[in-house]
């Protein structure tokens, strides 16, 4: 049998994903502070980036720039963000940064070193190091301390011991008995409660540890723990043959405990949102403005000293690095400018289709998908998705992440779809107004929704609404 070797022709298109194209892309789903990290981190591997300085303007003189600038405005009538980006010739990009001196600027004017406000700040203790300090100041042989440091690497954020005694008895080669007998040790330790295996047992250390003079309180704990989460309180009267005042100041004690040992050594800090889009109602009360947020992110430009190397008789080596860097500079501009452009389009979409929301609240939040989004500003849905992710909008009502104006929709009894925040929204405040001694149940909310609001919505539905906004079942948020 013969090979032969023969040569075709075919034609055929496919998307090929340069580097570029890459960046830009990854460039939209960056968060603000991402993005900040990302161009000063460009800036300091490409020579031919640098930021632009904005000299701080005298308040009684104003630039005839402004006024000129504010007439035209005037003129051509309000121009959006969008339009100013789509009007940017970046053919001519490069000239306004041409300058006669080479663009090389002193950093003494800086006014010296600066101590950053972080580095005056504490250094938060964890539950681990914590306990490990005690660990060293404690009686301990040498296999009992390092059973003891097992244990406490595995002890959750909350303090609680989530491995089996078995499966370290096994890694030690001993005896549960002999785990056992450590632990207890290191469940002496601070604080109160550590190291517990579950909820009752952190209860009753506390008790213990604390000696707190109430045998009712660790009875309850010990052998009423259903009844106490149910807060069936006659029940353990009628086992204990006892008052329901002296169960009630039992059960008060019980409450005063902290559930979650950990929680003071939470590493979890309070964080800070800046939004990355503000939202404000105009004057006539009826449109919105759209302002997007830049303060922190440095204003990237080209180098003059590199575009005056390149239009000089340098050699050819240096003239191709200066053009790759240039190549490299200008695309990352245009992206970030691509990008804001895109945020704007999908912010002026979002509250095309959610104007009721800035109108009246929460409670008005239609159901939204990204397809309508995307098919509104004629971009394809990955692009939408990826603008949406990380990114905060300072509304009238609060500061919402962007992927907040997306929902599901629940049906009501009137025909109209309702987005699942805005049912959510129904759910908490029926029950702010519930009576704290007989709060409504699941069934009732149902039924509640139903004929104050029209929104049709199962048992289950409504349970999972409640856990997810973190509200506790009827029985739970009973108070006698």
Known sequence: MALDLKQSLK???QLVMTPQLQQA??????????????????????PVLEEERVEEAVPDQEPAETHQAEAEAKENGERSDEQSYDDLNWENFLDKFVTSDAGIQNESDDGGDRVEPETRMAKNVSLCEHLLWQLRLSDFSREEEEMAECLIGNLDENGYLKMPLDHIAQEFKTTEAEIEKVLKKVQGFDPAGVAARALQECLLLQLQQWRVQNPLAEKIVSHYFKELEKKDFRTIVRKEK?????????????????????????????????????????GDGDSYSIILNEDGL??????????????????????????????????????IYQRQRTIYRVMESIIRFQKNFFDKGVTQLKPLVLREVARDIQMHESTVSRVTTNKWVHTPHGIFGMKFFFNS??????????????????????????????PFSDRELVSILRKEYGIEIARRTVAKYRENMGLLCSGKRKKD
């Open 11 to 13: 034609l055929a298109q």
């Open 25 to 46: 892309i990854k460039l939209l789903q960056l968060s603000r502070l991402e993005l900040a990290e990302l161009i000063n981190q460009q800036m300091i591997e490409n």
């Open 242 to 282: 006892t008052t329901l005042e002296l169960v009630k100041e039992a059960a008060k004690v019980i409450s005063d405990l902290e559930p979650k040992p950990g929680r003071p050594f939470g590493e979890e800090r309070v964080q800070y949102i800046t939004p990355d889009i503000s939202v404000y109602r105009t």
């Open 298 to 335: 440095p204003k990237l430009r080209i180098n003059s000293y590199y575009l005056n190397l390149l239009r000089s008789d340098s050699p050819g080596a240096t003239k191709e690095y200066i053009r790759e860097k240039l190549q490299g500079a200008m695309w990352l501009i245009r992206s």
């Open 409 to 438: 929709k629940i049906n009501s009894t009137e025909g109209e779809a309702l987005a699942s925040e805005s049912v959510k929204e129904r759910i908490r405040q029926v029950m702010c107004q519930e009576s704290s001694g007989k």
